[in-house]
């Protein structure tokens, strides 16, 4: 079986998942106004947009003469507007947009969680560095550059880490300091929400590595990676929005 259409099979089903549980999340939003549910809702509906875009892409290759090209850096294409905005999705260029959206209010989840106000300089180092990523996602690009492909994923992955690794040691460490049992769900669900959408990249990375190596794409990896992104929105909606309704 094309292993084209069965990642797009994949994505699909991972893209509805996704969706049901961002709108579960706005509901809760909608009745609360709580702004760290909205925070939460925007991390998710911006996740699921890039699962959507990398979606898309399948479809595109599927149905247009567009493929997929690796470690051809030197083959020239037609340079249209229309092109420009297509092979950014292909390339997963726009769903690596709209990660980097929910990094950023990953950081605003952070700090509400736990500070009182945004430390200056580390909001700067934010700003600058996910003005970075976004910069390279859309303009340092090349058709059939797989290596800059691969700067891409890392970049991203960076910037989830920088986020990511801090916000989960809290998380941890106030699980094992709380006794309230729906606080202890929340802290250790939104780890793992944290540690699932570092592992994603991890894996997406991996798999773009096993392309510079010569493979086809689409490794188990590949599919690791958005298998994890249905843990970690299954385990932030579980215990962390779920058990507030609950109780309310």
Request: a positive charge.
């Amino acid at each position: 079986m094309n292993p084209v259409f069965v990642g797009m099979i994949f994505e699909m089903i991972v893209s509805i998942i996704g969706a049901i549980i961002s709108w579960l999340i706005l509901r809760k939003y909608l009745i609360k106004r709580h702004q760290l549910t909205l925070y939460l809702f925007i991390i998710f509906i911006s996740m699921v947009i890039a699962i959507v875009f990398a979606w898309i892409s399948k479809i595109i290759v599927l149905t247009t003469d567009i493929d997929y090209v690796y470690n051809q850096p030197n083959v020239k294409f037609p340079n249209t507007p229309l092109n420009w905005f297509l092979f950014r999705i292909v390339d997963f260029r726009i769903t690596i947009l709209f990660v980097t959206i929910s990094v950023i209010y990953s950081y605003f989840l952070k700090v509400g969680v736990f500070e009182k106000d945004y430390n200056k300089n580390q909001r700067i180092l934010v700003f600058v560095f996910g003005s970075y990523v976004i910069f390279f996602t859309i303009f340092i690009y090349e058709r059939g550059n797989t290596l800059l492909d691969a700067i891409n994923f890392l970049n991203i992955l960076i910037f989830m880490g920088v986020i990511y690794i801090s916000f989960t040691i809290r998380l941890i460490s106030a699980y094992k300091t709380v006794n309230d049992p729906m606080y202890k769900r929340a802290f250790l669900s939104l780890a793992i929400m944290n540690l699932s959408f570092i592992l994603t990249f991890i894996f997406v990375l991996i798999d773009r590595i096993t392309i510079i190596m010569g493979s086809q794409g689409f490794t188990i990896f590949y599919y690791l990676a958005w298998s994890f992104v249905v843990i970690g929105f299954l385990g932030a909606y579980l215990g962390y929005i779920r058990p507030k309704a609950t109780e309310e």
